[in-house]
């Protein structure tokens, strides 16, 4: 059975290359070699979360004796200072770049990494700060990752980039139980080290966001360089030859915004709404449930490590065809779709754990829930949110989201286990259902499916930059953008 699963795997990516990643018109361009180092972040995102999964088993038979407590600690601990990394992360990105910052997370990744090597069972108090900080490192690439993504992929690719970079996440999960089949919880260690360490080296090659490059340039106005820029570009064009180059300049007052403005009140509202609602689907009820689900299915010959791993590709492919075609169907369309497959999955798994329908539904509920999961509600949320804002207020809006979306992932994994106690798997299934449904009539009423319509600097798919800019014809006579109406 497992050697049909490889095999039908392998056949998906070999078909999947040829027809929809070969025929692509640029995909092979040097910004997919920037995007590998990058991505490495939502890598550890994940093996950090998963690394308890296989690990703690192989933990506690080692150190035997440790407390419910000190278990639980290591374990949701994580989550929590994740918070902090968020708002760390993001004040790395306004000091330094988007590059040095993750130059200096990986490098306090890799250490962190080998620290837990020094465990024991009389100073395993030690162990959980080491798993405190890992998460203050989790939460700062959740923060960094998607902003620098969204500012070095081409225009016409954003999505696509954006949906490797979210998937990642899944690929972590999934790597990291495979190395847990080995049953050492230190190869574990050295893997998440040794990555960590191999971007620290590989973003020296990785060039700065060019939102840093106009900050380095003009410190005092990163927006107004941005356009100077788009200006020239524009003044060089041939229908532009007989315009005064400084005459032309001076039209422009363009001011650095704040976040915390009336005009950002939609867009954050949209963003939170999304991060909230991820978590609230009820990916991590499926996933505490993974092995006994797929035990009962007659799976227990195979080791629980696999098993996960087995189930989260699900995930993994959903995200790798998301990818191809995200911007070919727009963000509301496939959140819509997402949520619909994930909150129909969920109905039909409460129903089952009443009815007691077959073994085997739940693992066919299991695959399609994931899969529904994986191609919307898992990596629309950490797309759109970067599209959304300016260049100035972007990574400020994204650090709040991510903030509220590992403290709404620590209020889930902690309430699970009580609502499964009294509302009864059935009851627990349902809510996750329920709010499946809130997400639809969400996506259907505010999702976007083009984010940056809510910018204040509309970046049009005709711009001449990468980052925000205004075209010429959009500059009004005072100098300033017209804020669109519908806002």
């Known amino acids: 059975m497992i050697e049909l699963f490889l095999n039908d795997l392998n056949n998906f990516f070999f078909i999947s290359f040829f027809w929809v990643v070969y025929p692509m018109p640029g995909f092979f361009r040097k910004e997919l070699l920037y995007l590998c180092s990058i991505i490495i972040g939502s890598m550890e ?10 690990s703690l088993p192989l933990i506690k038979e080692e150190f035997p004796g440790l407390t419910s407590f000190e278990t639980s600690a290591f374990q949701a601990i994580p989550a929590l200072t994740a918070i902090v990394g968020t708002y760390w992360a ?84 999934c790597s990291f139980n495979l190395v847990g089949a080995i049953h050492s919880w230190r190869a574990n260690v050295y893997f998440g080290a040794g990555f960590c360490a191999l971007q620290a ?6 060039p700065h966001s060019p939102i840093d490059l106009a900050h380095k340039k003009n410190p005092k106005n990163t927006d107004e360089n941005l356009h100077m820029m788009s200006v020239e570009d524009d003044y060089n064009e041939d229908s532009n030859k007989d315009i005064d180059p400084e005459s032309y300049k001076s039209t422009v007052n363009i001011k650095k915004r704040s976040l915390f403005q009336k005009f950002y009140l939609k867009p954050m509202i949209i963003g939170l709404g999304l991060v909230i609602l991820q978590q609230f689907a009820g990916v991590n009820a499926m996933v505490a449930n993974m092995s006994s689900l797929l035990n009962a299915a007659g799976l227990d010959a195979i080791d629980s490590s696999i098993q996960a791993s087995i189930a989260t590709c699900a995930e993994f492919f959903s995200g790798f065809l998301s990818a191809f075609i995200m911007d070919k169907f727009g963000r509301r369309n496939i959140f819509i779709f997402s949520c619909c497959g994930a909150c129909l999955s969920m109905i039909i798994f409460s129903l089952n754990t ?89 996506g259907i009423f505010l999702v976007p499916n083009d984010p940056q319509k809510y910018r204040f600097v509309n970046e049009s798919s005709d711009c001449k930059s990468y980052a925000g800019v205004i075209k010429p014809n959009e500059i009004e006579n005072d100098g300033t953008k017209e804020i669109p109406s519908e806002l």
Not at 45 to 54: D, E, L, R
Not at 201 to 206: D, G, N
Not at 398 to 419: D, E, G, H, K, Q
């Open 45 to 54: 995102i994940g093996w950090v979360i998963t690394f308890v999964s296989p």
């Open 90 to 173: 993001n004040y790395l990105m306004l000091k330094l770049s988007r590059k040095f910052a993750l130059i200096i997370n990986s490098c306090c990744g890799t250490v962190f990494w080998l620290l837990l090597l020094t465990m024991s069972k009389k100073f395993f108090w030690i162990s959980l700060i080491i798993r405190a900080l890992q998460g203050i490192v989790m939460g700062a690439y959740s923060t960094i990752d998607p902003v620098y993504v969204a500012e070095i992929a081409p225009p016409e690719r954003i999505g696509f980039y954006g949906i490797i970079n979210s998937m990642c996440i899944s690929f972590g999960h």
């Open 354 to 442: 009443k009815l007691s329908l077959s073994p085997i539904i739940p693992v066919i509920i299991l695959f399609c829930y994931m899969f529904s999961f994986g191609i919307g509600l898992a990596n629309i949320p950490w797309i759109i949110v970067p599209e959304m804002f300016d260049d100035d207020v972007r990574s400020t809006a994204n650090s709040i989201c991510c903030s509220i979306n590992w403290l709404s992932a620590s209020i889930v994994t902690f309430c699970y286990p009580f609502m499964a106690k009294t509302l009864t798997d059935f009851g627990s299934l349902l809510f996750f259902a329920a709010m499946c449904l809130i997400s639809l009539l969400f």
């Open 201 to 206: 080296f590989t973003c020296l090659f990785v």
